[in-house]
């Protein structure tokens, strides 16, 4: 069972930064069959991806409210996601989520393209 588990949320002034963190278990496809990504949801808002990724080619997709802000990395054995977030507005205050699923062609910044999803960690910036 794909399992998918985020932490480094937290609160921060604006201007501060946060790193988020997902470890990815029980992913059965090969190792480059997937794609990843980081979305989030305020309240009263549709769920927005605003960081996808295939790995073994093609470039990141941001949305463009994090775009210059946020960058999306993964670590060496594949089984970490990270979301580093710089000036951080206050408008960036959500619930944040890592999210896998196969790997596809298209935009990535569509969250049906995604099957398995965390829990969800809270970033809060006051301004």
């Known amino acids: 069972q794909v399992q998918l588990m985020e932490s480094g949320g937290g609160s921060v002034q604006a201007g501060g930064s946060l790193r988020l963190s997902c470890s990815v278990s029980g992913w059965k496809y090969g190792a480059n069959a997937y794609c990843l990504a980081w979305a989030r949801q305020a309240p009263g808002n549709e769920r927005e991806v605003v960081a996808g990724t295939c790995p073994g080619g093609g470039r990141t997709d941001y949305s463009d409210s994090v775009k210059g802000r946020f960058t999306l990395s993964q670590d060496s054995t594949k089984t970490n996601l990270y979301l580093q977030m710089d000036s951080l507005k206050p408008e960036d205050t959500a619930m944040y989520y890592c999210?896998?699923?196969?790997?596809?062609?298209?935009?990535?910044?569509?969250?049906?393209?995604?099957?398995?999803w965390g829990q969800g960690t809270q970033v809060t910036v006051s301004s």
């Open positions: 999210a896998v699923g196969p790997r596809f062609v298209g935009n990535k910044l569509r969250p049906d393209r995604y099957n398995f």
